[in-house]
């Protein structure tokens, strides 16, 4: 494999877990606010994160290359309210975007053509988790702090997390 591309992957690996660990820190958190459905909501989405990791890995080692498994920094865990929550995930996930394009960079560059369409899966995820951090944190503005209207939104969160499906880690599988 490609020692740029290579490297590019195992910087991916890395943010894959760090997003892991950040919704599982955000899920910990509405989990002791008494927010459920947003708790589910969380730990659905940090499993998601986890087979994002493991997916990279599987295509790293299965290409001859070898998948690194570094620490991570400790997540944030304590927010000011859902809409900080909700607004540090969107940040997050635009980051992880830069991170997706870089790849994408990277593998035109060393003409990794190979790795640049399994690439593309990752490209459409997060096209629609930025999509869906964005519409969640407008109801969270619309709502603005009815307590009424944090109920039912916590209850969508919960029904989203049980209606969303898991992902397959095979690299050639979505
Ligand atoms: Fe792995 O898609 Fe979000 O971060």
Redesign the pocket.
């Given at each position: 494999m490609n020692k740029r591309v290579e490297k590019a992957l195992n910087d991916q690996i890395s943010k894959?877990a760090m997003?892991s660990q950040y919704y599982l820190s955000m899920a910990s958190w509405a989990e002791c606010n008494g927010l459920s459905g947003t708790a589910k909501f969380m730990y659905t989405h940090s499993d998601e994160?986890r087979f994002?990791m493991l997916k990279l890995i599987k295509f790293v080692n299965e290409r001859g290359g070898k998948a690194i498994i570094e620490s991570l920094e400790k997540p944030p865990v304590s927010f000011k309210n859902l809409e900080s929550v909700f607004a540090e995930l969107l940040a997050?996930?635009i980051r992880?975007t830069d991170s997706i394009n870089n790849l994408v960079d990277v593998c035109l560059q060393e003409k990794d053509y190979t790795t640049h369409n399994f690439i593309q899966w990752?490209v459409s995820?997060?096209l629609e988790?930025e999509a869906l951090a964005r519409t969640v944190l407008d109801k969270i503005k619309l709502i603005d702090g009815d307590s009424g209207g944090l109920y039912m939104f916590d209850k969508d969160l919960e029904n989203a997390a049980i209606a969303s499906n898991g992902v397959s880690i095979e690299p050639n599988q979505n």
């Amino acid at each position: 494999m490609n020692k740029r591309v290579e490297k590019a992957l195992n910087d991916q690996i890395s943010k894959e877990a760090m997003s892991s660990q950040y919704y599982l820190s955000m899920a910990s958190w509405a989990e002791c606010n008494g927010l459920s459905g947003t708790a589910k909501f969380m730990y659905t989405h940090s499993d998601e994160e986890r087979f994002h990791m493991l997916k990279l890995i599987k295509f790293v080692n299965e290409r001859g290359g070898k998948a690194i498994i570094e620490s991570l920094e400790k997540p944030p865990v304590s927010f000011k309210n859902l809409e900080s929550v909700f607004a540090e995930l969107l940040a997050h996930e635009i980051r992880v975007t830069d991170s997706i394009n870089n790849l994408v960079d990277v593998c035109l560059q060393e003409k990794d053509y190979t790795t640049h369409n399994f690439i593309q899966w990752y490209v459409s995820e997060q096209l629609e988790e930025e999509a869906l951090a964005r519409t969640v944190l407008d109801k969270i503005k619309l709502i603005d702090g009815d307590s009424g209207g944090l109920y039912m939104f916590d209850k969508d969160l919960e029904n989203a997390a049980i209606a969303s499906n898991g992902v397959s880690i095979e690299p050639n599988q979505n």
